[in-house]
């Protein structure tokens, strides 16, 4: 149902409930220089059809018929037609996560499945029912790394997605939790020397993503030999949950935060997203979230309940693990379907693919004279140098109808003119040998 407050005084009214005096109260918290400050520059006075039809003209305008190399933990993959008509059933569509167990069999089961396939996944024991995202997931088990090891030292590879790592500044910030960020070398990999020095016994949790945010490959066991030597917990980050199609499962992590977009969840402007949380089965107390188990009635059948939840909704606040409250469920069971759809040997596949596509384009760079930076194994991105700077090769770039990546000048400034690019299986070879022109010839 859709609710729009059509008149000043109903504003009014719900300023007046929450006691504040007008919407700029309201949105104060937002940085001056983030609002919009004037009317949006649609038509008025019209009629509905008429706006729907504006709307679509104007998404057209926007930029049909653009091929995108951007990546940097939003990736275009192949969606199967029938994703959105499974999840557009009306079983599946509620304002809330139903999880009696009296009413609520298929969406427990489906929960119960998401688990299955997210341990298959990540070599863990246990997971939960999903998360908000892959930098929500983050900062929980980092908090859950605290938990358990009763610490609160952070150690964290600059190579980990920039904004997770803004997020769990934020999350942790009046947990005053210090956080030491550790560099990289020139192959692109974690400066393990420097992670070494970095972690203490006051260490709670070691942070590395693999693909790491340049693409390249990290050693999940060297990682995890450094964590535990001084009693800390290694916290596998993935961001593409694509590459676990070619690449070992983090075995050796203790906690597994993983983003589940590149299962099936389409690119849009933000969001929404979906996260996973996996552990070893003796840190299940501490996990924070939802898990649905396996249970029979006193006939012998087969059923699904809510086995564990540690939110303050089910316990006592004070012994609540987290007061993160959603599982994403329907982005959750639209990454379900698509694992089910693609099922181990389709994943293995479609990461073939995916790796394949950037090792092409990242050799066609080389060969055209473009200087590919980070020589370790990568899966499908890569980070090149330009020639100039990016805002000169923009006109040709878009004449050509190419989005040619992520720009690192605002995080990793001292990289200069590099670009993050990314190949995935949708992107024809012509497109790839399009881009390579460009930014060689121009």
Known sequence: ???LPTSDAIRQEMLDEIGLSSADELFASIPHDCRLERPLHIPTGRAEA?????FQQAARDNAPGFTSFLGAGAYQHFRPTHLDNLIGRGEWFTAY???QPEISQGTLQSIFEFQTMICQLTGQEVANAGMYDGSTALNEACLMAARITGREGL????SVHPQYRQVLATLTRNRHFPIAEIGYSKDGRIDLTALRAAV????AAVAIQSPNFFGTIEDWNAAAEIAHAHGALLVAVIADPVSLGVLPPPAAADIVAMELQGFGIPVGFGGPYAGILACREKFVRQIPGRLVGEAHDSEGRRGFVLTLSTREQHIRREKATSNICTNQALCALMASIFMATYGKQGLRELAEQNHAKAAYLAQACAQAGLDVLFPAP???EFVVKLP???AQLEPELYRNQLIPGLPLTRDYPELGEALLVCATEIIPRERLDRLVSVLSHV
């Open 378 to 380: 990568r899966f499908h």
């Open 1 to 3: 149902m859709r609710y």
């Open 388 to 390: 100039r700077p990016l």
């Open 155 to 158: 150690v964290v590879a600059r």
């Open 50 to 54: 008429d706006i729907i039809a504006w």
């Open 97 to 99: 996560t139903p999880y």
């Open 200 to 203: 203490t016994d006051a260490t």
